[in-house]
């Protein structure tokens, strides 16, 4: 049997064992002959004193571990904090707990609250004492989950506007849920055979009780024998759980069209009826499409005329159109000794395509992340629309503002990333959804016919329900395109969006940018495609060791390059293109 069939039949196993129990129990208990061994061994087993002590034990397991880990999602978030204090702070007392005996942990608690004038009883005393124990331990093991997770994920999050919670409960988490539910797993198994160890303040649990009767009647394997096997009912009902969790989390299992998570809390919506999000049919491509496609390409999709509405200036922007969109003023950016960019000086006008191109290390990345506030300024002013982008000035020195998220989501700057950087746990069409219905309030179903027209734009319509790694690198690049788009963006950044891909997918994203520029989006494009450069660009940029070293027209620094760095990088890009 195949191990997720194992894993199904497990929670059948134990309902059904349970239903024997029930259905035997009134003739266990009822007075006759002396029973025989197994019969007696079963009779304990339905035995209500002990299954009140098994009850007993499961809600002080329950609570602590809700308590547990809350306390231990801090304590993780805080030993990831920047700032030395917060991080030693939470490491101390990890340190602490976990270095010390829960036995120990428990009768201090008992002893040492009461002359400080805190008063608990028995129950609450071992809630109270669990919990701050299971709090070191699924810090760890929350921290651990968090940092598996890719870096260009939080990246991909905070470029839409999302703010520092929002990315952790919509987009970390529920990747981290695949590191961690096994360590969480066992420490809910551990926990509720630890429970025996709250027998030391009299707390009357499983364990404590199996004594009890055992002092009674000295019957110690019968009696402790049953307490196990209760035991082992209440962890494999826990293991159940786990299985079910990890077939949830598991991003290789394909979930139906339509019926997707990424708009419940912390991406969960169990497949039960009445929980999680209806399902919803998508339309089909023909509606969504002026010709219906015969193949999946960018050719066969639906135009980007309506992009139009967000690129066209208004009337009352028609004055100010000549004045530039994005300004660099001497902007200068270093990582510790090494400086990456040397006072660039830099505009884009409203509706201009402009190419940046150079060699590896020469600051384009960069650049591009400081206009959306991805990375911070160390000197030099950064206008888009003539506005900055989480600064503020004082004392004539640019310092970031407190909320950078909801700074970076009005200025609605969309970018597209060398790595595509889609959130793996989410469909195509709930990429598109994300920022538009988290960020932006848009009503879900406003957002998904919203993102069912932008993937047709792109040509992946009939693609719409897969998630990203189902999805060809050119196919993910293109998604990436329309999450971008669906924040009606005034600007759209493109980082080298085509280096990550084979040479046959290449055509497929550029197509998709070729229509954006012919609707009158403003972009800045890092990338190494000297045609598309020449086909589409208004502008080329030519950088490097942090400065410009030369622009102008296409034909001007791609055609006949004056600066001899910019005519020997043509010429290696040349090469690199046509090797034979």
Request: charge should be neutral.
């Amino acid at each position: 049997m195949r191990l997720n069939e194992s894993r199904a039949a497990l929670p059948h196993a134990i309902l059904a064992f349970l239903l024997v129990m029930a259905s035997v129990a009134p003739a266990l208990a009822a007075e006759g002959p002396p029973l025989k061994p197994w019969q007696e061994f079963l009779s304990y087993i339905v035995e209500p004193f002990l299954l009140e002590g098994a009850l007993l034990a499961l809600q002080i397991s329950a609570l602590a571990m809700i308590g547990g880990i809350t306390l231990g999602l801090g304590l993780a978030l805080m030993r990831l904090s920047h700032h030395p204090a917060i991080r030693g702070s939470a490491w101390f007392y990890i340190w602490f707990v976990r270095g010390t005996p829960q036995l120990l942990q428990l009768v201090f608690l008992y002893d040492a609250l009461p002359p400080l004038g805190i008063k608990l009883d028995t129950f609450t005393t071992a809630v109270l004492g669990f919990a701050l124990n299971e709090a070191a331990f699924s810090a760890e093991i929350i921290r651990g989950g968090i940092m598996s997770v890719n870096r260009n994920q939080n990246i991909a999050a905070t470029s839409f506007g999302m703010g520092r919670f929002l990315t952790l409960r919509r987009i970390i988490l529920p990747q981290a849920m695949r590191a961690i539910l096994p360590g969480m797993s066992n420490d809910v198994i551990g926990m509720i055979k630890g429970t025996s160890i709250a027998s030391v303040i009299f707390v009357n649990e499983l364990t404590f009780r199996s004594q009890q009767i055992v002092g009674q009647n000295f019957k110690f394997f019968t009696v402790f024998a049953a307490a196990g096997v209760i035991y082992l009912i209440m962890t494999s009902a826990v293991s159940a759980c786990q299985a079910l969790l990890e077939r949830r989390f598991n991003i290789e299992i394909d979930r139906e069209a339509g019926r997707g998570s990424g708009l419940s809390f912390f991406s969960l919506s169990l497949s039960l009826p009445g929980f999680g999000p209806k399902p919803v049919e998508l339309p089909a491509p023909a509606a969504l499409a002026p010709a219906p496609a015969t193949k999946d390409n960018v050719a066969a999709a639906a135009s980007l005329d309506w992009i139009r509405n967000i690129t066209n200036p208004t009337s009352a922007e028609l004055d100010v159109e000549q004045k530039p969109f994005v300004e660099f003023r001497n902007v200068h950016k270093a990582y510790g000794s090494r400086e990456v960019l040397r006072g660039i000086d830099l505009t884009v006008k409203k509706g201009e395509v402009v190419v940046v191109m150079g060699p590896s290390g020469s600051g384009k990345s960069t650049l591009l992340r400081l206009v959306n506030h991805l990375e911070s300024l160390d000197w030099g002013e950064i206008f888009v629309e003539g506005k900055y982008v989480g600064y503020q000035r004082r004392y004539n020195k640019m310092r970031p503002i407190r909320d950078l998220a909801k700074a970076r989501a009005d200025a609605r700057i969309g970018m597209v990333f060398q790595h595509f950087n889609l959130f793996e746990h989410l469909s195509a069409i709930e990429n598109v959804m994300e920022a538009p219905v988290q960020v932006y309030g848009e009503k879900p179903e406003t957002a998904r016919t919203l993102a069912l027209k932008l993937l047709a734009s792109v040509g992946l319509s009939q693609h719409a329900s897969k998630l990203p790694h189902r999805l060809s690198g050119g196919q993910q690049q293109r998604v990436a395109i329309a999450r971008a788009l669906a924040i009606s963006p005034r600007l759209m950044l493109f980082d080298e969006p085509t280096s990550a891909l084979d040479p046959e997918l290449v055509g497929e994203v550029l197509g998709v940018m070729r229509r954006l520029a012919e609707a009158g989006m403003t972009m800045i494009v890092v990338t190494h495609e000297v045609r598309f450069a020449q086909e589409v660009a208004d502008r080329v940029v030519f950088m490097d060791e942090g400065m410009i070293i030369e622009q102008g027209t296409p034909a001007e620094v791609l055609g006949a390059p004056k600066h001899e760095r910019t005519q020997r990088f043509l010429r290696m890009v040349e090469r690199e293109a046509d090797p034979v």
